[in-house]
């Protein structure tokens, strides 16, 4: 298995992952419970929280590993592997764990920086980029 494609299951585990982290907390969450959860979940109240952000963390990382999944198998398909895609899966994964655990907790700013979790979605955005200019590159 290539790096590139590693980097590609990393980021479907993650993608499993996700769940995990949110239904932990929406069973916490009053009115919601481990059994109810696991019935149709009808009637069941909307998701506050972590729950309500981790949702939409785990809806935001799926819109952005489709794509991700095509360019890095279009680049395996096609021979293309450098120093650049592997850079460019790299800071893809890296940034992706950066957003999901800054929506996960919660946290719009680091220090004076504000709007960090759109920071780490915009370098996800600029490494797929990237990537993708690759096999343009050397089509």
Known sequence: MTYELFILLLNALLCL???????????KQPGV???RLMGNRDGLPERAGMAARGLR??????ENLVPFAIITLVA????????????????FLLARLAHGGLYL???EHLGPVKGV???AY??????????AAQLFLHA
């Open 17 to 27: 992952a996700f769940p995990w982290a949110y239904n932990y907390a929406y069973a």
């Open 33 to 35: 419970g481990g059994k």
């Open 57 to 62: 963390a785990h809806q935001n990382h799926l």
């Open 76 to 91: 395996q398909a096609t021979g293309v592997s450098n120093t650049i895609t592997i850079a460019c899966a790299t800071v």
């Open 105 to 107: 907790a919660g946290i």
């Open 117 to 119: 979790r759109s920071i």
């Open 122 to 131: 915009f370098v996800s955005l600029f490494a797929m980029l990237v990537y």
